[in-house]
T-cell receptor
Framework: AQKVTQAQTEISVVEKEDVTLDCVYETRDTTYYLFWYKQPPSGELVFLIRRNSFDEQNEISGRYSWNFQKSTSSFNFTITASQVVDSAVYFCALSEAPSGGSYIPTFGRGTSLIVHP | DSGVTQTPKHLITATGQRVTLRCSPRSGDLSVYWYQQSLDQGLQFLIQYYNGEERAKGNILERFSAQQFPDLHSELNLSSLELGDSALYFC??????????????FGPGTRLLVL
């Protein structure tokens, strides 16, 4: 089973629409970290957010917001009033520390977001 | 610009050959990570070095090896290349040793094509 599932392979919206990207993870650890990264067409991976397993507060940064729910093992990402520049592939990642060693990140397969003008 | 540099940007080579990818971390970062991104496998963690020492290993093939030098730059060596090694190779860096618990900043990547 995948540790990080991004079930939406591709989402297409029109500019100014709100869009939510889903991320469901699987872990037995009590301490873990969750991340979202953006990969625009240029190819570089851009860090968006880091959240540890003990902090379930939702976070808002401008038009971006994140909803972390341990009860459903989900860490969803919402873009409000989407813009063409938001077009990119978005990756969710889970970091666990097997055997108490260094944290190893596992990435989802990504969701390709296309925002049409 | 993340502050992480990678060279070369593109690399075309033949099967059976050996190549070296280079990465310079952000100023002040002691950890360097290598990732492979391919259509088949997605984005996969390969290996982490912290202050010159190997810290964590992921799905890195035996044909691949890496090292981190005293000036903290890192090199990823890929040998006996196969067609399936064609991918985008990312380097990332972070301040401390905790690996995936920390925020990692990614370089622009090296696109490797094996013909």
């Amino acid at each position: 089973a995948q540790k990080v599932t991004q079930a939406q392979t591709e989402i297409s919206v029109v500019e100014k629409e709100d869009v939510t990207l889903d991320c469901v993870y699987e872990t037995r650890d009590t301490t873990y970290y969750l991340f979202w990264y953006k990969q625009p067409p240029s190819g570089e991976l851009v860090f968006l957010i880091r959240r540890n397993s003990f902090d379930e507060q939702n976070e808002i940064s401008g038009r971006y917001s994140w909803n972390f729910q341990k009860s459903t093992s989900s860490f969803n990402f919402t873009i409000t009033a989407s813009q063409v520049v938001d077009s990119a592939v978005y990756f969710c990642a889970l970091s666990e520390a097997p055997s108490g060693g260094s944290y190893i990140p596992t990435f989802g397969r990504g969701t390709s977001l296309i925002v049409h003008p | 610009d993340s502050g992480v540099t990678q060279t070369p940007k593109h690399l075309i080579t033949a099967t059976g050959q050996r190549v070296t990818l280079r990465c310079s971390p952000r100023s002040g970062d002691l950890s360097v990570y290598w990732y492979q991104q391919s259509l088949d496998q997605g984005l996969q963690f390969l290996i982490q070095y912290y202050n010159g020492e190997e810290r964590a290993k992921g799905n890195i093939l035996e044909r691949f090896s890496a090292q981190q030098f005293p000036d903290l730059h890192s090199e990823l060596n890929l040998s006996s290349l196969e067609l399936g090694d064609s991918a985008l190779y990312f380097c990332a860096s972070s301040v401390g040793p905790s690996g995936g618990a920390e925020t990692q900043y990614f370089g622009p990547g090296t696109r490797l094509l094996v013909l």
